[in-house]
């Protein structure tokens, strides 16, 4: 087994995020709510979690909100 060493840099916190797309803290803190669930799917590490979903949210504000929305597409 080995150890995964992250870090967060200053670049990926919800404040960075909300300031990059003009929105609030909040309505960036729900994103990473949903992100974290869907990542920790597949990681026991929380943080790995979050880092991962910080990563995704900065490339889209609302990819765990266009993943949900295709997984209801598919699921019909």
């Given at each position: ?16 995020l ?20 869907v ?38």
């Open positions: 087994m080995f150890k995964v060493k992250t870090t967060l840099t200053a670049k990926y916190t919800p404040t960075g909300a300031k990059k797309y003009k929105t609030t803290y909040q309505a960036v803190v729900s994103e990473l709510n949903k992100g974290i669930r990542e920790s799917e597949h990681t026991g590490n929380k943080l790995v979690a979050k880092k991962i979903a910080l990563d995704h949210l900065a490339e889209d504000l609302f990819y765990y909100s266009k993943l949900k929305k295709i997984e209801r597409k598919f699921k019909k």
